[in-house]
């Protein structure tokens, strides 16, 4: 590839599950270039020993695969050396025209960066990193808790039960004090007593109450999962907790995100862990909004 370097030291690294293949391309004082490959494994001590190798290359740019969670390890061993690597699009640098067969995989990432070539994905700092671990699993409750919470009134509406034609929030609290109830054992007159501020009357509530077959196998699934909707609940809990207790270094994002309409705590905080607080490093609007 004949083109005007724009890096003389560069590094180039093709990141597996079980190795991590790299390339050093340094361009010497009379032009001439030397290249050294080397591999290490995925492992702790491999990632020790790849990081001050690195360090001693002293290169301009890091390049490394974005795919996949294994680059995140080396990354990080990279980072605690005070190198900041770059995370680039696998699909950009494959279809860069001019690779040859015979060229190694970490080879063609560095002679890519070495050329200025490549375009690094945006990788947040680790705090903000960390918190995207926290975030996430607790987007994951949050669509379990979401489909959970539908089974107690599948299983209710099975049985004949009704209520959620009776009730316009069947997930308020008068209407979850009445879907327990029956697990407890208590009668229908009983469960009409928790009824609190409903506005449907009592005999319609009534009405809708009357079961086909409200019979063991029935009750048994119902309280499971209203036990599991409540552990989802209580761990989600501690999710919100720990997440903004990470985000106390963000205090004025997430005030000033909360004077956006219909946006409380927990919605200023999701989106601040995916994006961050910097927004130069998506140049434009655009770029972010992709």
Not at 116 to 133: D, E, F, N, V, W
Not at 181 to 208: C, H, K, M, W, Y
Request: with cysteine.
């Amino acid at each position: 590839m004949e083109t005007t370097p724009t890096y003389k030291r560069v590094i180039g690294l093709d990141v597996h599950q079980a190795k991590i293949g790299a390339c050093a391309v340094a361009e010497q004082a009379d032009g001439t270039l030397t290249v050294a490959h080397r591999e290490f494994g995925a492992f702790k001590r491999d990632r020790r020993a790849l990081a001050p190798w690195a360090r001693e290359v002293a290169p301009d740019v890091v390049v490394m695969e974005s795919t996949g969670i294994y680059r995140k390890s080396p990354y990080a061993a990279l980072e605690a050396v005070g190198i900041a690597a770059r995370a680039v699009n696998a699909r950009h640098a494959k279809n860069v025209p001019g690779r040859k067969t015979d060229v190694a995989d970490a080879h063609w990432p560095a002679t890519l960066a070495r050329a200025g070539l490549l375009r690094a994905s945006s990788i947040p700092p680790a705090g903000i990193r960390h918190l995207r671990l926290m975030a996430r699993q607790r987007q994951k409750l949050g669509g379990m808790l979401a489909s959970e919470k539908n089974r107690p009134h599948k299983l209710l509406a099975d049985a004949g039960v009704r209520l959620n034609a009776r009730v316009s929030d069947i997930h308020g609290q008068a209407a979850r004090a009445m879907v327990k109830a029956p697990t407890e054992g208590q009668s229908i007159p009983e469960v009409l007593n928790l009824a609190g501020r409903l506005r449907a009357s009592r005999e319609r509530l009534f009405d809708a109450l009357q079961p086909e077959k409200l019979g063991g196998p029935h009750l048994f699934v119902l309280k499971e999962a209203l036990a599991h909707i409540e552990e989802l609940g209580g761990r989600m809990r501690r999710f919100d907790r720990a997440l903004i207790g990470g985000l106390k270094d963000w205090q004025p994002q997430l005030i000033l995100l909360q004077t956006l309409p219909g946006i409380d705590l927990m919605g200023a905080a999701m989106p601040l862990v995916e994006i961050g607080a910097d927004m130069n490093r998506f140049g434009r609007a655009e770029k972010l909004a992709s």
